[in-house]
């Protein structure tokens, strides 16, 4: 990719701790496409060291249009499984992903549960790694929403989650997640009914 190969990522990451926040929205912008763009790009926007300085965005963000920028380019983060992210990248993400699940924007807890969706496509001590960050509680009430944007990426993250350990699969259904079950099975939406079926 030309912007890769140009050395223009460093500064981007850079411009993420501007105290102008429309040139922190162009740079949050960019790195997340760059991010999306495969294994690679991702794994080299880790390198240059975004994770800490977006997730720094968080608490200094004050409009929601922002956020909702920073919550995708976290999603693009932890996007694409060959190879996933590194097992460090995925910690250092997974509080702010406990934070953001929590938020009152659909979009913003859309984009987490996409996150979550992507690093529970995984091996067991990643799904534990999504378990010890006590997001399950969370994804099983999404499965309720109204949001179809919400309960689409909820659902395949639980569904990722109960594909793990014997002790994984207990604690989802510890949290309930069949009560939602009849309503997903008979969604009005094909696709919902798709995910749900075992």
């Not at 529970?120 to 990643?126: E, G, K, L, Y």
Request: a negative charge; hydrophobic letters at 40%.
């Amino acid at each position: 990719m030309f912007v890769v190969q140009s050395g223009a990522v460093p500064h981007f990451v850079r411009l993420l701790s501007s105290e102008h926040l429309n040139v922190v929205d162009q740079a949050v912008w960019a790195l997340g496409n760059i991010a999306g763009n495969g294994s690679d790009c991702r794994d080299f926007t880790v390198r240059c060291g975004i994770i800490q300085p977006l997730i720094d965005l968080i608490s200094r963000t004050t409009g929601i249009a922002h956020l909702r920028n920073v919550t995708w380019t976290l999603s693009n983060l932890c996007r694409n499984k060959s190879p996933p992210p590194a097992f460090e990248a995925v910690q250092q993400i997974l509080p702010a992903l406990a934070h953001l699940i929590k938020h009152e924007d659909r979009e913003v807890v859309s984009d987490t549960c996409w996150a979550l969706s992507y690093l529970t496509d995984a091996s067991t001590d990643r799904i534990q790694a999504v378990i010890d960050s006590d997001i399950v509680t969370r994804l099983v009430q999404l499965l309720g929403s109204s949001e179809i944007s919400c309960v689409t990426p909820a659902l395949r993250a639980v569904g990722n989650i109960v594909t793990g350990s014997d002790h994984q699969t207990q604690l989802v259904l510890d949290c309930a997640a069949l009560s939602h079950f009849n309503n997903l099975l008979t969604h009005p939406r094909s696709n919902i009914q798709k995910v749900s079926h075992p």
